[in-house]
């Protein structure tokens, strides 16, 4: 065995790593297609209010996201409503309030070196407990996905063809709206807070690259996300560095080759 | 003609989107087979009135009926089809093929996991074919001409067999050939396969030669007329003034 899967927290860190990689592109595709990927900037905000208030409180963090996340989206929706014609504005507003309750809880306690690791994520700190949430959950994500693919696909696409096509496009939002939060809420261990959206949207853009079928862009985007999550765990690994940092780069290094590619095969 | 054969009912439907009120009890009845063109100035609530027809929008008071059932009961969509005004405003770069978007209608005779059987193959090939589009199967939506892409927005709405299809403003941008193709099209859907169609149009000197119908939208009211015996000049008078004459462009 590498030396690199001898460690156990590292097992678990690739292990929970697999699971975030196909997650966060099969919801990010959806998200930026409607172009709505500002959603996972704001979530992500949000969560590090939970984060900060799960530690001050003692209280188990990604739980602690995961309630404050789900409770922001529905405000997200709420809000849309109101201001029915400017829905970034709700995206602001919500996100302006995750990072300003963020900032006092954080200022409040002594945790900051504990909420650094869930800003960059960690490695070395994925607990046991940590795996087998995201584990858990995001098995619950992937079948949900798979199992309304066609439907956020239509919607995705033309939400109002979709709904006199007989897809219940109501409860579609709704669920999809969790799915969101529940994403972010346990992929922020792994690649951390402030790359959590990067990691939803740069494989899927990458992917975009190659112009081909709906199927095969799904796919791909998850390939992409796959690869960017591994080459960076092992990377953070030997360089000790945070490994939030070196999936994202990852990523990015992924996306210019591919579009450097495409640009030269169209030539 | 019995009840049956009724396939839109506006039943005295009043409707405005705040206090202006755009129609007031206006009662419209289509039946199996017509082919009826949609006319009326820019805001005359064309589109207002095709949303109102499908339960997009609701009326403020009266009832509109597809099929004799109110329309907010109605559950057989797989028999409607509808072309929006703005659909090929979409997402030029969006990831999908001509055969999945047209796929994706049937989604309601799908089961439970949506899987495609040869079944739904054979409805998109018969779809696609009737449109002339079968050769294009594989391509992105964003790589078609916009003559291209409305006929795959046709063939989307034909992959269900639908009974009636809404059509808003569907020639705005196709070139004169392509429009000549297009009405080919629709009178093979109403003619041969019986398909009750609805449109919405600018173009009234073509429209009262294509269709069989015509409803003139304005002043809260709609007008019906048949269309040998609809006059397109008196008609524009009617709305403009004297001094406007149509013009007759010669296809
Ligand atoms: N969502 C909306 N909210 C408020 N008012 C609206 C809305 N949609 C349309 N209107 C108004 O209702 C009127 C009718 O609009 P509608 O789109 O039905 O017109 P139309 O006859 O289809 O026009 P066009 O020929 O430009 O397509 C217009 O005055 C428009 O400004
Ligand atoms: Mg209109």
């Known amino acids: 065995m590498p030396e690199i899967l001898q460690y156990g927290f590292m097992q678990r860190a690739f292990l929970a790593g697999v699971v975030v990689a ?48 789900l409770l922001a989206s529905f ?11 400017y829905a970034e504005i709700s995206l602001a507003v919500v996100l302006s309030f995750g990072i300003g309750l963020a900032t006092i809880l954080i200022s409040l306690g002594g945790a900051g070196a504990q909420v650094f690791s869930y800003l960059f994520g960690s490695v070395t700190l994925v607990t046991s407990r940590d795996m087998l949430s995201i584990l858990i959950l995001g098995a619950i994500i992937m079948a949900t ?22 897809v219940p496009v109501k409860r579609i939002n709704m669920i999809f709206t969790i799915l969101v939060a529940v994403t972010i809420s346990i992929s922020m261990r792994i690649v951390g807070i402030l790359m959590v959206s990067s990691l939803m949207v740069i494989p899927v853009a990458t992917s975009l690259q190659l112009k081909k079928s709906f199927l095969v862009t799904f796919i791909a985007s998850l390939c992409f996300g796959l690869i960017s999550v591994l080459a960076g765990l092992t990377i953070s690994f030997y360089a000790s560095l945070a490994p939030g940092g070196t999936i994202v780069m990852t990523s990015v290094g992924i996306l210019i080759i591919v579009a450097a590619i495409q640009r030269l095969m169209s030539n | 003609m019995t009840v049956l054969s009724e396939v839109i009912t506006l039943h005295n439907v009043t409707f405005g989107y705040d206090e202006i009120t755009l129609l007031r009890d206006v009662n419209f009845q289509v039946q199996h087979g017509e082919f009826w063109g949609i006319v009326g100035p820019n805001g005359s609530a064309k589109s207002t009135l095709l949303k109102l027809m499908l339960g997009l929008l609701k009326p403020q008071s009266g009832t509109c009926s597809l099929f004799g059932t109110p329309v907010g009961e109605f559950r057989k969509w797989d028999q409607i089809g509808y072309i929006p005004q703005n659909v090929r405003e979409f997402n030029m770069g969006f990831p999908a093929t001509v055969k999945e978007m047209v796929s994706a209608n049937l989604i309601s005779q799908m089961g439970a996991f949506k899987w495609m059987n040869a079944h739904h193959r054979k409805k998109v090939e018969e779809a696609l074919h009737i ?4 050769a294009y199967a594989a391509r992105r939506i964003g790589q078609l001409s916009g003559g291209q892409q409305q006929r795959v927005f046709i063939a989307r709405t034909l992959v269900n067999s639908p009974k009636v299809i809404f059509m808003d403003e569907p020639l705005v941008g196709v070139d004169v050939e392509s429009q000549e193709k297009f009405y080919e099209l629709m009178e093979k859907l109403n003619r041969q396969m019986g398909i009750t169609l609805i449109m919405v149009s600018h173009d009234i ?8 119908h015509i409803a003139c939208v304005g002043k809260e009211k709609l007008f019906v007329h048949d269309a040998n015996t609809f006059n397109p000049e008196e008609y524009l008078e009617s709305i403009y003034g004297e001094k406007t004459r149509l013009v007759h462009h010669a296809h």
């Open chain 1, 75 to 85: 405000g997200i929706e709420l809000l849309r409503k109101e201001f029915h014609q």
């Open chain 2, 205 to 212: 000197g073509v429209v009262s030669e294509r269709t069989s």
């Open chain 1, 22 to 69: 196909l997650i966060c592109p099969a919801i990010g595709i959806f998200l930026t297609l409607r172009r709505l990927s500002m959603i996972g900037d704001t979530l992500s905000h949000v969560a590090l209010a939970g984060v900060a208030g799960g530690i001050l409180l003692n209280f188990y963090p990604i739980y602690m996201a995961l309630i404050l996340t």
């Open chain 1, 145 to 166: 996905v798979l199992f309304y693919y066609r439907q956020l696909f239509y919607m995705a696409f033309d939400e109002t063809a979709a709904r006199l096509a007989g």
């Open chain 2, 131 to 134: 449109v002339g589009m079968e």
